[in-house]
């Protein structure tokens, strides 16, 4: 694309995670200016441990990468219809993982920086934003992630009036393979699924009887976990990441029902007995050598977490690369607080992007970075960018952020939460699929399936038309 006037003010990105960075990347491959700011290594926040743009600090798992039946394999495949780098950095640094997308979580990290780094019109400012950005910063975009620190989010809290809503997050051991016992162990994807630069056998498995579960369950429920200070004791977790000890908080049986089912799996050491529970381990670097307890998060204490987690079958050796850990987010009530252009009502030179709008996961925030990039470069060029429509996984995790989620109950609204992308964003279809292509009709979750698909296919044929209209007319101008 032709750069803009090079006398024109850049777009600040603050912020390099992957919002951050994928924001910057858009801005510049738009024809735009871009500097982004980042803190580290100046100043490290609890969770980051290198000065790397789009460091991932907790799973190395992008999840699905199915486009015709998953919401987050369509948000994939969208993405990568509009050049983004987070998704070219991921799909260059794959690791086996079943169905999923994981990456090696240094060589991902490596690449979207050294792109960044080379892009002539990114400039990279080594520094901390400490409270809003400058006056004459007349185009920003903040991306600084759940891990905000305290000045600018305080400084975010008085602009808008309005409490920053919080929930804690934590992140999942990682375990050196060579100290997991294969011969209690086995490599298996549920159901045999092959998936991006998988086998079918990508996960390593360990299996429990019902009283190793049993008791195993009680072990989390009685560790010692990490003390709250007073100001996080109402803080509500996200569903979509319980510590696993919270989990087992709410029930004997809903660990078996969540990330340790045992459906889709057979032991080769002992095929005819079914386990009662499994323990799943997913592939974290490109070498193989490190693997992740899969739906582990955890606040336990360190010496708990090596004592409870090596009475998993397979696992009493178990040497940890990483032990877990529990950080507490914060994000905007976005749909009260940003425009649909992700812009702050109350200062609307600055726009939001990544997790702290109310997103969750790493596909969502890079996504919500990809926008607000392509939105603050059309608005340098003069010509406001029509968002993309609700149809598309794009427009529906937008239309999540920053549309009717405020509903008045009684005397109240309801509190806005953070959200995965699903299909339960989506507009329903005008004509959902009642028959198969042979003409007999759809039955039972034939009908579910058929209208996943229909959906995605949907989506990219309204995200084609909508490039073609906005992006490729706008990158003419």
């Known amino acids: ?62 999840r699905s990468d199915d486009a015709a039946n998953n919401a987050v394999g369509l948000l994939h495949a969208e993405m990568r219809r509009l050049g983004s780098l987070i998704m070219r950095s991921a799909d260059a640094n794959q690791v086996p993982a079943g169905g999923a997308l994981a990456v090696d979580r240094d060589g991902f990290s490596a690449a979207v920086t050294k792109a960044l780094n080379e892009h002539p019109l990114i400039e990279i400012s080594r520094e901390e934003v400490a409270g809003l950005p400058p006056a004459d910063w007349s185009n920003v975009i903040v991306a600084t992630g759940p891990l905000t620190s305290a000045p600018l989010a305080d400084a975010i809290r008085q602009l808008t009036d309005e409490s920053a809503l919080a929930f804690f997050d934590a992140i999942a051991p990682i375990v050196h393979k060579d100290s997991i016992d294969m011969s209690v162990a086995w490599f298996q994807s549920r159901y045999d699924k092959v998936g991006p630069g998988g086998t079918g056998a990508d996960y390593i498995n360990c299996p429990m009887t019902k009283e190793q579960y049993d008791a195993f ?77 899969v739906g582990f998060q955890t606040k336990l204490k360190h010496g708990a977490q090596q004592r409870v987690f090596r009475t998993i079958p397979g696992l009493e050796n178990a040497e940890f690369a990483r032990l877990g850990g529990l950080h507490r987010n914060t994000f905007l009530n976005s749909p009260k607080l940003l425009d649909g252009q992700l812009r702050l009502r109350a200062q609307p030179r600055l726009r939001f992007a990544g997790q702290m709008t109310g997103c969750e996961g790493y596909v969502e925030s890079a996504s919500v970075g990809l926008i607000a990039g392509l939105c603050a470069a059309a608005d340098m060029r003069g010509t406001p960018l029509t968002p993309p429509p609700a149809t598309t996984a794009l427009g529906a995790l937008l239309g999540h952020i920053t549309g009717g989620h405020i509903e008045t109950i009684d005397a109240g609204s309801r509190s806005f939460q953070p959200m995965n992308i699903n299909f339960g964003l989506f ?29 995605s296919t949907r989506a990219l044929t309204d995200l084609d038309h909508w490039i073609a209209e906005h992006l490729r007319v706008a990158a003419a101008a």
């Not at 803009?4 to 510049?28: C, F, R, Y």
């Not at 490290?44 to 460091?55: F, I, L, Q, V």
């Not at 990441?241 to 889709?264: D, I, N, W, Y």
Request: glycine share 8%.
């Open 1 to 62: 694309m032709t750069p803009l006037q090079s006398s024109s003010q850049p777009v600040h990105i603050v912020g390099a995670g992957l919002a951050g960075s994928e924001a910057a990347w858009q801005v510049a491959n738009s024809g735009a200016r871009a500097v982004l700011h980042e803190m580290r290594p100046h100043r490290m926040t609890e969770a980051h441990r290198t000065e790397g743009c789009a460091e991932l600090v907790c799973s190395n798992s992008f």
């Open 217 to 293: 369950v009680a072990a989390l429920i009685d560790g010692e976990k990490v003390d709250f200070k007073d100001w996080e004791t109402n803080t509500p977790y996200f569903d979509g990441c319980l510590p696993v000890e919270v989990m087992a908080e709410r029930g004997p049986e809903t660990l078996r029902h969540g990330p340790m089912k045992p459906v889709g799996l057979t032991n080769p050491h002992d095929p005819t007995v079914k386990p009662y529970a499994i323990v799943q381990l997913r592939q974290d670097n490109k070498l193989g050598t490190l693997y992740n307890i």
């Open 427 to 455: 507009p329903p279809l005008a004509s959902p699929p009642t028959k198969k292509p042979d003409g007999s009709r759809l039955r039972g979750n034939e009908k579910t399936i058929a209208k996943k698909q229909a959906i």
